[in-house]
């Protein structure tokens, strides 16, 4: 619910935020090929917004989904 509100407005932290836990979940439940595409997504959102809090949080994540 948090990613199709944050993606229907002008909440693009919050979407970055959706799709950093929706990557740790994939990865959780052995589901790779979704959590690389929600760190994908997730590593737009931060390089377009400069979401620089996050930026540590996404290269650890697009290291251990491999």
Request: a negative charge; aromatic letters at 4%.
């Amino acid at each position: 619910e948090a990613l199709d509100i944050a993606e229907r407005g002008p909440m693009r932290l919050h979407e970055g935020d959706a799709h950093l836990e929706w990557a740790r979940l994939c990865r959780d439940q052995g589901d790779l090929a979704a959590a690389r595409r929600h760190v994908a997504r997730a590593r737009v959102l931060v390089n377009e917004t400069g979401y620089g809090r996050r930026e540590r949080e996404v290269g650890w994540l697009e290291g251990t989904i491999v």
